[in-house]
């Protein structure tokens, strides 16, 4: 059997990424303030959105090939499912779920399948890391907690990766689909979401996990920054 082939996908879709692609390189104050215009859009325009958004990537994605295993949903519908998740905020403007994906090429479905969910966990743990900071920007900005313990904490939140995603339970895996390269190899996509709340429970975990091993003393700050 040949060597298992691994690509890491941080944006394979368009839409299935549009929200942290239209975050990228802004100011926490823009992010919050898009998250607050998309949290006030009414149910009708946000599925206006999605379904505007939903056929235009499904037509993309199955000209490139993909298909989903019989028995599940239909693309179309995973994607739709999946943009209405992520368009979800909380009263502090934290998604509702935070997600990962990832795709994977190998000789077996099974094989590229579970390297690929490996990876969406990883790709996960980072998207964590990245709400968890702004929550620790967000809690100085109320002065709540000093700059120089933000710091502190900042530093610890991003080299604590591998934790966070040791420290994540069970996800919901939202899109599932594969297609067959020219090489007759199997590459299978898989985007996973993860409940808000776990998610910070998960950071939380790993986070006061790391500040122990430095013999950090702002433990108890933790549960002021991530709301638990």
Not at 74 to 80: A, W
Not at 203 to 211: C, E, N, T, V
Request: charged share 30%.
């Amino acid at each position: 059997m040949k060597k298992l082939l691994i690509l890491t996908m941080a944006c394979v879709m368009a839409l299935g990424t549009s929200f942290a692609q239209e975050e990228k390189g802004k100011t926490l104050k823009e992010i919050r303030k898009e998250r607050q215009e998309i949290r006030k859009m009414s149910k009708k325009e946000l599925n206006q959105r999605v379904d505007k958004s939903t056929r235009k990537e499904a037509k993309r994605l199955a000209k490139e090939g993909w298909r989903v295993k019989p028995g599940q949903l239909p693309l179309e519908k995973q994607l739709q499912n999946s943009y209405l998740m992520q368009s979800e905020f909380d009263e502090d403007l934290f998604p509702k779920y935070i997600m990962g994906q990832a795709s994977s090429v190998g000789e077996h479905f099974d094989a590229a399948r579970t390297s690929a969910y490996a990876l969406a966990i990883t790709d996960l743990a980072g998207h964590i890391q990245t709400e968890v900071t702004a929550l620790v920007e967000n809690t100085v900005a109320n002065k709540q907690l000093s700059a120089d313990d933000a710091a502190s904490i900042s530093e610890t939140v991003m080299t604590s990766k591998n934790l966070i995603s040791q420290s994540i339970g069970r996800t919901i895996t939202v899109v599932d689909c594969y297609r067959t390269n020219e090489k007759n190899n199997t590459e299978v996509l898989i985007r996973v979401a993860y409940d808000s709340k776990a998610a910070r429970m998960s950071a939380k975990k790993a986070i006061r996990a790391a500040l122990e091993e430095k013999g950090d003393a702002l433990q108890e700050k933790l549960d002021l920054i991530l709301g638990l």
